[in-house]
C-alpha cells in the first residue's frame, strides 16, 4: 500500500499544531490588550503633586554662558546672529515637526510637543543659545569646548551660587568624615534650590551603604540625588537628542563638575539620568504625552 511521504506527514501533523500555537497565542494577545485597556480606564495613574519649575536664575546663567564663549574665544557678534535667526526660525520648525508627529524616540516627541507650548519659557532662549554655541563649537578645536564648560561652571560658582560650601568635600573613608561629605553635598544642593536653579533636591542615603563604605569595606559609594523643577530641562533634552552638541545649558551640571573638581583625596564621579516623575499608560505613551521630567544625579565617592 501507498505510503504518506515525509512532506504529507509535516503538512498533516506539524502545522494544526502550530496553526493552533497562533491561534492560542493570537487570544492571548488580545486579551492582555483588553486587560491593559480596561486597567487604563478604570485606574487612573498615581500622579504626584506638580512640582513647579524654578525661577530668577535665567539672567544669571546666561551672563555665566557668555563669559565662558568669550573665554573660549568664540565669535560674539556670529552668536548673537546664530541666536537670532534661531529665535525666529526655531518656532516655525518646531511646531512642523510637532504637526508631522514623526519622532525619531517618544522622549524626543513629547519634549518637543511642550516645549513649543510654552516658548516663552526660559528653556526655549537657552535652546536657541546653546545651539548658537554648539554649532560653533563644532568647527573649532575640542580644547575650546572644554575650556566653555569649565568657565561656565567657575562663572556660576563664584556668583549666583557663591552661597555653595567653599571647600568641597575631602573624599576619606570615616564614619565622622562621611557624614561631613552628605552634610555639604545637600548643603550644595540647597544652595542649587536658593538660587533658582531647580526646586526640590533629594539626597538619598542608604546609612547600611554608607556605614560600610565609611569603615573601609568597599572602594565606592553611590549617592543619587533626585532633582525636580530644573527649568531648563526641555532644552538639555532636546539639544543631547537633535544633535550631537557639545555643551548644554546644564548649570547645576556644571557648577558640581567645577566644584568636585578640588575634592580629594580621592575623586567624585558623577552620572545624570532624566526621568518621567510618574507612570504613563500606553494611551499616554503612544500619544507622546508629557509629564514633568525628574533629574538624576548619580555621584559616586572613590577613596
Excluded at 532662549?125 to 566653555?148: H, M, N
Excluded at 571647600?167 to 544642593?189: D, E, G, V
Amino acid at each position: 500500500p501507498a505510503r504518506a511521504g515525509p512532506f504529507i506527514s509535516f503538512l498533516t501533523d506539524i502545522l494544526p499544531v502550530r496553526e493552533a500555537q497562533r491561534t492560542v497565542a493570537k487570544i492571548d494577545a488580545e486579551l492582555r490588550d483588553g486587560v491593559n485597556r480596561f486597567t487604563e480606564v478604570t485606574i487612573s495613574p498615581i500622579k504626584n503633586p506638580v512640582v513647579p519649575d524654578a525661577s530668577g536664575a535665567e539672567q544669571a546663567v546666561l551672563l555665566a554662558g557668555e563669559e565662558a564663549a568669550t573665554a573660549a574665544g568664540l565669535d560674539r557678534s556670529q552668536i548673537a546672529s546664530r541666536e537670532a535667526e534661531l529665535q525666529d526660525k526655531e518656532p516655525g520648525r518646531l511646531r512642523g515637526r510637532a504637526e508631522a508627529g514623526l519622532f525619531e524616540t517618544e522622549m524626543l516627541g513629547s519634549v518637543t510637543y511642550h516645549l513649543v507650548a510654552n516658548l516663552e519659557k526660559p528653556a526655549f532662549k537657552a535652546y536657541c543659545i546653546w545651539k548658537a554655541y554648539g554649532e560653533v563649537l563644532r568647527g573649532v578645536e575640542p580644547e575650546r569646548a572644554t575650556k566653555f564648560r569649565r568657565v561656565f561652571g567657575r562663572r556660576l560658582l563664584a556668583g549666583l551660587l557663591k552661597d555653595i560650601p567653599a571647600q568641597p568635600p575631602q573624599i576619606k573613608a570615616s564614619p565622622s568624615q562621611a557624614a561631613l561629605i552628605i552634610s555639604q553635598l545637600q548643603a550644595a544642593f540647597d544652595a542649587f534650590i536658593a538660587a533658582g536653579l531647580c526646586t526640590k533636591a533629594t539626597l538619598q542615603v542608604d546609612d547600611v551603604l554608607v556605614d560600610i563604605w565609611a569603615t573601609g569595606g568597599s572602594l565606592e559609594l553611590v549617592l543619587p540625588v533626585l532633582v525636580e523643577g530644573d527649568p531648563l530641562v526641555d532644552a538639555q533634552l532636546l539639544l543631547s537628542e537633535e544633535t550631537t552638541t557639545p555643551v548644554l545649558p546644564d548649570p547645576i551640571q556644571a557648577a558640581l563638575v567645577s566644584w568636585l573638581e578640588e575634592a580629594g583625596p580621592g575623586y567624585v564621579s558623577l552620572q545624570t539620568y532624566y526621568v518621567n516623575s510618574r507612570w504613563r499608560g500606553r494611551t499616554e505613551y503612544s500619544n507622546m504625552v508629557y509629564v514633568p521630567k525628574q533629574r538624576l544625579f548619580q555621584l559616586t565617592l572613590h577613596r
